[in-house]
């Protein structure tokens, strides 16, 4: 008995050596809609100031989408899968809608991934930047 017994445990610590653990990254999208537009404007959180947000560029222009799902399937291309979904009104009562994002990841750089971002007054992000990289 006492044989089987350690047989056991032994095969569980060796299947517990060799676990990994998951690695997620997490991202607050802040939606929220133009006034006379159909068009929404999306803001990046990766736990930064709220003057540090980030906003998705493309070819140097700011990236605007003709609905959520519109920006969640941009996202989904890029690793990117909805852990919550909140709303909450600004100061105006305009409805703001947050999706919460997690990433799979195995190394801080993949975090931005597929992503062009910069805040209105910086110059696009690059990995690597100073300051920029702490999530």
């Known amino acids: 008995m006492k044989r089987i017994l350690i047989i056991c445990l032994m095969a569980v ?18 939606c929220f809609g133009k006034a006379f537009s159909t068009k929404y ?7 930064e100031k709220a003057s ?6 493309e ?14 399937n941009y996202m989904g291309r890029r690793g990117w899968d909805v852990a919550a979904v909140y709303t909450d009104r600004d100061f105006k009562q305009q409805l703001i809608i ?3 994002l997690k990433k799979k990841i195995s ?10 971002l910069q805040t209105d007054t910086d110059e696009p992000w ?8 702490v999530y």
């Open 107 to 116: 190394d801080e750089k993949q975090v931005m991934e597929g992503l062009s």
């Open 98 to 100: 947050y999706f919460v």
């Open 41 to 47: 404007t999306i803001t990046l959180d990766f736990s």
């Open 52 to 57: 540090k947000r980030k906003q998705i560029y």
């Open 13 to 30: 610590a060796a299947t517990g050596a060799f676990a990994q653990s998951e690695q997620y990254a997490y991202c607050v999208a802040q």
């Open 59 to 72: 070819d140097g222009k700011k990236k605007q989408f003709d609905s959520n799902g519109a920006f969640l």
């Open 126 to 133: 690059k990995p690597g930047k100073t300051g920029d990289d």
